[in-house]
């Protein structure tokens, strides 16, 4: 779940950004300065292919591309708006800006590669990372930059992007410093129905790109986003071949696991109060993991009346009496605050996989580097699921970002 942080919280962060943006120079040179722009075209000629490597949408059912010699069109769902699109047009750098007309009347223009991007969209660090362009990000949000100070994933991507600054908190981005940056692009996340982060964003007249890989029904769609921001660095070849090597390895996982868990009775949820979760938060049959566990062969206990893309909140009494017949948890906390919650709240023993320590939850180590890879790498998370559900079919084998209860 994304919780907005506290008003107090947000203006401290601001203000952090504001007395850094007061420290020297305001422009990219400050945070290390943008990555150089290489391969521009140097002779355009009107009416060739200027993207030899071209990807193509073959899992999404959120957004698409098409190449129209110098320039491609990203179009894709607007989450945060039902019905609407939002389009990104990225012309080869050397080459004209396409004419703001007609379909392209409201897109947003990026020449391309992109070499001057801030990040506020966890899983977008993690494609961003998995495509070597670290050295595009000046500027990351506060929560982001946060992690670098105990996670050792996080702290090598602020070292190899030489410095990033704070641009402030999702919607409450700090226009100034995103301006003085001059940032080319900020990768949002973009949350769903009944969030603004990204509207805002381009209200205010900076380059919000919307990340929803989240918002994808099925897991190997969401990986498929780093097609999307391969497009943006000219990286489709490859973005393409990492997505062919998760596509690849989520379907060994799951033709070894098919028809071979059992009939497990199974549930995705939250139960740690400082993560949002007063008792238990859980996801139906229509999220992305409840569809991961039908993948499985799994049955879900939550799915009744639980019907939305992200789950929802349960109360004591209906999550007791929906989780009734759960013989196996998957629990998306870390594996440390857990167990606090566990002892802390005795009410959590009437659940028969707390009880019988029949769960696997988040490794408490890297627990916020795997959050940012999880909804890309869908590879190590099934494997994970599958690890928990049916151990005996991987033999000697530990979980990498969920691990079973001691």
Partial sequence: MRKRIPTAATAALLALSAVLAGCGDSGPAASGGKAQRDGCVGDYTEGRDYFPDKATVEESELWDIGYHDSYKTVTLDDSENA??????????????????????SDALFVEVPVTNASVTSFNALAMVDRLGRNDTVTGLSGELLGWTEHDEWYAKVAGEAGGPRSVGEYTDLNREVVLGLENEVVFMSGFGQGFDDVSNARAAGLPGVSVSNRMERHALASAEWIKMIGAFY???????????????????????????????????????????????????EDTLIGRLLAQLGVSNVFTRGNGGPNGRPYDYEEAVGTGADADFFVVYDPMETTRQTLDDDPRMSRFAPFENGDFIAGVDDNFDECRAKTYLDVDVLIRDFAIGLAPDLFPGEQGTCFTRAP
């Fill in 234 to 284: 000219n990286e489709e070849a490859a973005a393409n071949a990492e997505f062919e090597r998760i596509r690849s390895e989520f379907r060994d996982v799951l033709a070894t696991v098919s028809g071979k868990a059992g009939a497990r009775r199974a549930g995705y949820l939250c139960v740690t109060p400082e993560r949002g979760c007063e008792f238990v938060y859980a996801h139906g």
């Fill in 83 to 104: 019905g609407e699109k939002l389009t990104y047009v990225l012309y080869r750098c050397g080459t004209p800006k396409p004419e703001a007309a007609g379909e392209l």
